[in-house]
């Protein structure tokens, strides 16, 4: 059974910094690309990275570009996201997701979610 | 890496038949067939519901339904139950690992 197991998430002042840790279980870890997803309060999914099943690649939504790193570590089957510069606009809940396939171009499994509060 | 456009709302009584639509762009929905849809029920993670346009997971009622037409999207969900009221979204795949996200539409069983 894939598990995946968010956790990091808490309350930061704006210009503050977040890692975010996601451990997997159930699957060949390596193997797939692995998403961070968000959602705020009351709003809809957004995609906000991926990162390729050996590090190769990585991508992300602009708004998050120069501020967020993603990260894995497939000898211990963890996903990471550091988060810097952290702005009132990224207040969400955190899902960590495996892709359905290699190329990630969609997403079969997602974590409970991790709440990341940026307030003063 | 603008978002998809859904219905904000939709509704249909049980047993009816209703068509949540996604308007992308040639760039990601038009370009690929790898659209996928996710319901999501108050305070839960997404559950993914059809992916590949029109591929079902294992587990998923044969009343989900999906498929693709130029730069449009849709999903049907026939024979409506209470328990089909949640969120929905849409996904595209855009390219090399980068997925776009819908704005959700809000599936109310009357």
């Known amino acids: 059974e894939v598990q995946l197991l968010e956790s990091g998430g808490s309350l930061v002042q704006p210009g503050g910094s977040l890692r975010l840790s996601c451990a997997a279980s159930?699957?060949?870890?390596?193997?797939?690309?692995m998403s961070w997803v968000r959602q705020a309060p009351g709003k809809g999914l957004e995609w906000v990275s991926v990162i390729s099943g050996y590090s190769d690649s990585t991508y992300y939504t602009d708004s998050v570009k120069g501020r967020v790193t993603i990260s894995r570590d497939n000898s211990k089957n963890a996903l990471y996201l550091q988060m810097n510069s952290l702005r009132a606009e990224d207040t969400a809940v955190y899902y960590c997701?495996?892709?359905?396939?290699?190329?990630?171009?969609?997403?079969?499994?997602w974590g409970q979610g991790t709440l990341v509060t940026v307030s003063s | 890496q603008s978002a998809l456009t859904q219905p904000r709302s939709v509704s249909g009584s049980p047993g009816q038949s209703v068509t949540i639509s996604c308007t992308g762009t040639?760039?990601?929905?038009?370009?690929?067939?790898?659209v996928s849809w996710y319901q999501q029920q108050p305070g839960k993670a997404p559950k993914l519901m059809i992916y590949d346009v029109s591929q079902r997971p294992s587990g998923v009622p044969d009343r989900f339904s999906g498929s693709k037409s130029g730069n449009t999207g849709s999903l049907t969900i026939s024979g409506l139950q209470a328990e089909d009221e949640a969120d929905y979204y849409c996904?595209?795949?855009?390219?090399?690992?980068?997925?776009?996200f819908g704005g959700g539409t809000k599936l109310t069983v009357l």
């Open positions: 159930g699957f060949t870890f390596s193997s797939y690309a």
């Open positions: 996904c595209s795949y855009a390219g090399t690992y980068i997925v776009i």
């Open positions: 997701a495996k892709g359905g396939v290699a190329s990630g171009r969609y997403i079969d499994h």
């Open positions: 040639s760039s990601d929905v038009g370009g690929y067939n790898y």
